[in-house]
């Protein structure tokens, strides 16, 4: 379960590191408006919510529920 968890929050943080990479790359020469920044949201938002879902299934099973 522990290499299970170090292996997702490395990932976790290289994607959130990747989504800043991309916002910096881009704020310098971007269309108006908001829509370039939907990609790095996507990813982040898409990888966390599958970990969360776990989590709180991990948190259930501990409490016997």
Do not use: D, H
């Amino acid at each position: 379960m522990s290499r299970w968890l170090k292996v997702v929050l490395i990932w976790q943080a290289l994607v959130l590191a990747a989504a800043a990479g991309y916002v910096a790359v881009l704020a310098s020469n971007r269309a108006p408006g908001y829509a370039w920044v939907a990609p790095a949201l996507a990813a982040v938002f898409g990888t966390a919510l599958p970990l969360q879902l776990v989590v709180v299934r991990i948190m259930r099973a501990g409490r016997g529920a």
